[in-house]
């Protein structure tokens, strides 16, 4: 056992003995056994302990019992106590769940507090086994079936490579004392039915069930390491674009079971498969359907689909600019300066104005553009509506919303970075020219 565990550490590149480890002790048989073997092996470790306030005594027994093994291998402690059953209704989710996130928070907290490395747990292979059913059932792609990792960001999983009864045979060998949990033997916990409800039936069919169970999930992390890279070189083909996303519809819909990849692509952002689905319906539909993951929205645009984070998309208030403003820095940048027109050379760049300065009225107003907007468009006699324009120029659904106008007296003198209005334009007659620049 202590040989495996040395080489699985050092296979995975886990940690060595200069590393400094929070190992996560529960006082079950795992826990126990982990801290044993980083003990016999010199890591350099120290032990943090949940008291979930779930099982009563027990529960405090535990948190007795934890304390004393951290003063016997002579390692620092850190302990803690959760209102679990508050935080759970608080959040509405299950016990485990909260369980979960409040463990792994606080274990966080401490590794920064105290400038350790890493965090260790003691799952194990039949961990990783019962994970694979409880992603089966819930339902999953193929990296859901590939179960935990050893290493996970901070999170790592030494003992990932034991089976269960492997660690129960070592903890007895070397007499090493540790707790019971009752409620492991309860099937109304998924995890507890699956075990000895749904594995213990696979065993009698296939006593190897076990060894064969760790052979498929390898084969599945294999084939999901090459699905990997070619979802990889799909997206440099067809995600455009860093916090907001394009895709371009015509390629999306030549691919392979575009809905299954589409998934693939924006679940990091929230969306779900059936939301894959639903969107791969709308693309041959009229543009401006949304849809909207907790973090993002995605829009059906002619030839793209536009997607943008949440918080970047709305209504600003209007701001006004006083006259003799140098710049200003929201809702967007822009500096304002007041030259002569005499030798003045005007830019023929989209994000710099030259306005006439005796034409504007102050204060400036700088608010989003709105639908019924309209403007005189340079060299036009006539005016025009900003919808129009920018149907014209071809212009995103999503970056429509982040068109800003800057008005004179109620009079648009500027669509900024796009166009300025005829009736705001510099003449022979001008003096003094306001020269506006988006930064």
Known sequence: MEKQFNRFVSANSLFDKNSRLLATVSGGVDSVVLVALLKKAGFNFSIAHCNFQLRGDDADADAVFVRSLAENYEVPFFTIKFDTEAHAKKQKISLQMAARELRYTWFEEVRMEKGLESILTAHHADDNIETF???????TGIRGLTGMEARQGKVLRPLLYAKKEEIITYAKQENLMYREDQSNSSVKYERNFIRHNIITQFKELNPSFGNTMVETMENLRVAEGAYGDYLDTLKSGLLEGD???????????????PDRLLFELISPLGFT????????KALGGASGKQFLSNSHRLVKDRDYLLIDPIDQVGYVEPITIAAGTANITQPISLSFQLKSSQGLVIPRVDDIACLDNSKLKYPLRLRNWAHGDFMYPLGMNGRKKLSDIFIDKKIPLNEKENIFVLESDGAIAWVVGY?????????????????????
């Open 419 to 439: 166009k300025i209005d005829d009736r705001f334009k510099i003449t022979d007659d001008t003096r003094d020219v306001c020269v506006i620049e988006q930064c």
């Open 273 to 280: 498969a059936s939301a894959a689905k639903d969107i791969v």
């Open 133 to 139: 059913f409880l992603n089966l059932v819930r339902g």
């Open 243 to 257: 916090e907001s996303i394009k895709i371009e519809i015509e390629k999306l819909r030549a691919l392979p079971h």
